[in-house]
């Protein structure tokens, strides 16, 4: 399993249009094939900052989630809604335990 977490910051007065396009991209991407949980959050502490939290089968369905329509929409928002571009960790997890 691969895990993505992203973080960015949103430029004054574009919250809305921010928080819709993630909305956008989430529903396809929550679709694609590898896709076990794809959400998105703001920050208790800064609304401004929005969390990316994506969980894949494999590396190769992330990256084919990077050439799909809808991301590449996404990305091409982001020089209008972010104020840099994202901070961007993708982890590779060989084992875990559900405890619930």
């Known amino acids: 399993m691969v ?3 992203a973080t960015v910051v ?3 007065g574009q919250l ?3 928080l819709n396009a993630c909305r956008t991209v989430r529903g396809p991407s929550q679709q694609e094939a590898g896709c ?3 959400d998105f959050y703001q920050l208790a502490d800064d609304s401004q900052t929005i969390l990316f939290y994506e969980e894949w089968t494999s590396r190769e ?3 084919e989630h990077f050439q799909e ?3 590449l929409t996404f990305a091409s928002l ?12 993708i982890y590779e997890i060989a084992s875990y335990e559900d405890l619930g």
């Open 3 to 5: 895990v993505l977490t």
């Open 36 to 38: 076990l949980r794809y």
């Open 78 to 89: 982001g020089p209008s809604l972010f104020t840099k571009p994202a901070e961007i960790r």
């Open 69 to 71: 329509p809808h991301f």
């Open 16 to 18: 809305e249009a921010a």
């Open 61 to 63: 369905s992330l990256d």
């Open 10 to 12: 949103v430029q004054e």
